[in-house]
């Protein structure tokens, strides 16, 4: 949500997103409704080696990116790396050849989620977010020279200020999960429990956040002329694990 032109919220510390263990065999129905654009040049060159997953909290991006992934794809899940989080959980779902580039190219990358006091949403820490987008592109474009795609899912891929110019999407493999606010709102608050209102201000605030969300896929949509039931759906989940 943008609160006096920063950003308050990419999501709730305890939310857990991305972590949930949903059944693959769910992701199926979640893909079937999902919206989806340039599916046929993800992994054509370096420069769409990444497929990008986004939707609103609970909506099943996660599931979509594991069942589309196999042996040789990396994913990498955001949420560890802007949200604090458990660091056993964010270590389990944390891509360890990504990490490894990260730590090489970019050992800054772990004081996205655990920003100095004061620091979040700062021009400083903006400064930081952009850099890791950067690397997370210079590191899908390395390994298609091995060979492997890349996947990267999160709901701050809509945010407007994560990638403020959604036209960047225009020509890149891009799913946007199905679900409608108000499903993701109870399957998010079943997985999360109370916390995921709780740790917002207020309902209204939660709502407002949502309602956010929506005009931001929207826009994103539009931009990547994305489309429900694009046959791509039935030959990954043919072809998928």
Do not use: C
Not at 30 to 46: I, R, V
Not at 148 to 165: R, W
């Amino acid at each position: 949500m943008i609160t006096n032109n920063f950003l308050a919220h990419y999501g709730v510390l305890g939310m857990h997103w991305g972590v949930h263990k949903t059944p693959i065999k769910d992701g199926h129905k979640t893909l079937m409704s999902a919206k989806s654009a340039n599916m046929d040049t993800w992994g054509k060159d370096s420069k769409h080696n990444i497929l990008y997953v986004t939707g609103y909290s609970g909506s099943g991006k996660s599931t979509v990116a594991r069942q589309l992934a196999d042996a040789k794809t990396n994913v990498i899940h955001l949420d560890p790396y802007f949200e604090k989080m458990d660091k056993n959980v964010s270590a389990s779902i944390q891509d360890k050849e990504f990490n490894a580039f990260l730590n090489k190219n970019f050992p800054e990358y772990k004081t996205i989620a655990n920003p100095a006091k004061g620091e979040r949403h700062s021009k400083e820490w903006w400064a930081k977010v952009d850099t890791f987008m950067d690397k997370t592109e210079k590191f899908a474009a390395k390994q298609f020279y091995k060979k492997q795609k890349v996947i990267v899912e999160g709901v701050q891929l809509q945010d407007s200020t994560t990638y403020p110019d959604k036209s960047f999407f225009k020509d890149k493999p891009l799913i946007i999960t199905g679900t409608n606010p108000i499903t993701s709102f109870l399957r998010a608050s079943k997985r999360d429990g109370r916390s995921v209102i709780t740790s917002f201000q207020s309902g209204k605030e939660y709502a407002q956040w949502y309602a956010d969300t929506y005009k931001n896929l929207n826009i994103l949509s539009k931009h990547a002329n994305a489309k429900v039931g694009s046959e791509w759906v039935k030959k990954y989940l043919d072809t998928s694990n």
